[in-house]
């Protein structure tokens, strides 16, 4: 599966936009990069998933680099909610069982 | 989105005794769920991949006669670990996937607190 690198923490103040690096140089053509974040004890929380193009939902957006070897995480207006652990999966090839295999993440800290 | 949702939240259970997990997905079907667990500040580690209506697979290290996993149908799957000790106390984390494809999305539930005294 593909590794993924992010910076440990982060923070951010209230309002602005966050956004969230990760490296995934070893990305194969059809392998999907996914994010999810935890708050503290309970279960992660789906955010967004792309395979080449960018995309948009309500909560984020994830822009993704021609050459897939990185992304990045957008939170346009970042709010003291979503303070939590950010995770960077490129997910194992479907016929594969098709895997999350979590790494550190990047805390997030976002400040008043 | 999708909700996935376990039962119990926490369990405490005497160490040597069985205790069972449920994860069911509530609006939809899951071909395919995962379960993980969680030590604190540590990262989630997955443990098996299931699928319904064939047996589970665990990933490396990971006792398939200890934490046995059923997966009987397309809406529940089940955890139990067996002959619990006090070292499997942890968070256990099911997420299941909406849709059999590639790029599907997976959903997470909130989580089981055991706790094995």
């Known amino acids: 599966d593909a590794k993924t690198t992010q910076p440990p923490s982060m923070d951010c103040a209230e309002g602005r936009a966050a956004n969230l690096p990760c490296n995934h140089s070893?990305?194969?053509?059809?392998?999907?990069v996914y994010w999810y974040r935890q708050i503290h004890s309970q279960g992660p929380q789906y955010i967004i998933h792309?395979?080449?193009n960018n995309e948009t939902n309500e909560m984020a957006s994830l822009i993704i680099t021609e050459d897939r070897k990185s992304s990045t995480l957008i939170l346009p207006h970042a709010t003291l909610r979503d303070t939590a652990v950010y995770y960077c999966?490129?997910?194992?090839?479907?016929?594969?069982?098709?895997?999350?295999?979590f790494g550190q993440g990047t805390e997030l800290s976002v400040k008043p | 989105g999708a909700v996935v949702s376990q039962h119990p939240s926490w369990v405490i259970c005497k160490s040597g005794t069985s205790v069972k997990i449920e994860c069911r997905s509530l609006?939809?079907?899951?071909?395919?769920m995962f379960w993980y667990r969680q030590f604190p500040k540590q990262s989630l580690m997955l443990m098996a991949t299931?699928?319904?209506?064939?047996?589970?697979?665990?990933e490396q290290g990971v006792e398939k006669d200890k934490f046995l996993i059923n997966h009987a149908s397309l809406t529940l799957s089940t955890l139990t670990v067996t002959s619990a000790h006090p070292e499997d106390s942890s968070f256990y984390i099911c997420?299941?996937?909406?849709?059999?494809?590639?790029?599907?999305?997976?959903?997470f539930g909130e989580g089981s607190w055991l706790t094995v005294v």
């Open positions: 999966i490129v997910r194992g090839p479907y016929n594969q069982g098709g895997k999350l295999i």
């Open positions: 997420s299941a996937a909406l849709g059999g494809y590639s790029g599907n999305t997976i959903y």
């Open positions: 299931s699928n319904e209506g064939s047996k589970a697979t665990y």
């Open positions: 070893t990305i194969s053509g059809n392998e999907y």
């Open positions: 609006d939809f079907q899951a071909t395919t």
């Open positions: 792309g395979l080449k």
